[in-house]
């Protein structure tokens, strides 16, 4: 009885049954992995614009209560208060608004590009 060395080899059939369950497990590990990459980006970016409020925060304390100018805040804070200028890992550099310098009450608002118009993929803070 030689029912385990058959010498002929898989058919057709069984390649093409392998072939499916393979094509099965990487359509449903695809949208998975990109779910969970799109998910650490978004946390990867909120945690930037929390350094970049602390930064500017301490720079306020540092200074006697002024904020740095939306101008200047970039070498401002890099590296005195903030070893590297962060980036959003999926939408690129972050966006000043105005505001900030001697006197002012409230800080240039640093944003994500991913939250100008209508990309889904905007993050936020906090
Ligand atoms: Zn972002």
């Known amino acids: 009885m030689n029912m385990f060395r058959n ?3 898989f058919t057709l059939i069984e390649l093409m049954v392998v072939i499916l369950i393979i094509g099965i497990l990487v359509a449903i590990a695809v949208p998975v992995f990109n779910a969970a ?6 946390s990867t970016c909120q945690a930037n614009l ?3 409020d602390g930064a500017v925060e301490t720079y306020k304390a540092s200074t006697g209560n002024d904020y740095p100018t939306a101008a ?4 401002t804070l890099e590296p005195a208060y903030m070893k590297k200028w962060p980036e959003c890992p999926s939408a690129g ?3 000043i608004g105005a505001g900030g310098g001697a006197g002012a009450t409230v800080a240039p608002v640093v944003s ?11 993050h936020s803070y906090p």
């Open 37 to 42: 990459r799109e998910s650490a980006y978004k």
């Open 93 to 95: 550099a972050y966006l």
């Open 7 to 9: 010498e002929r080899g």
């Open 112 to 122: 994500c590009p991913g939250n100008a118009g209508a990309n889904p993929n905007g």
């Open 72 to 75: 200047t805040i970039q070498a």
């Open 50 to 52: 929390r350094t970049i």
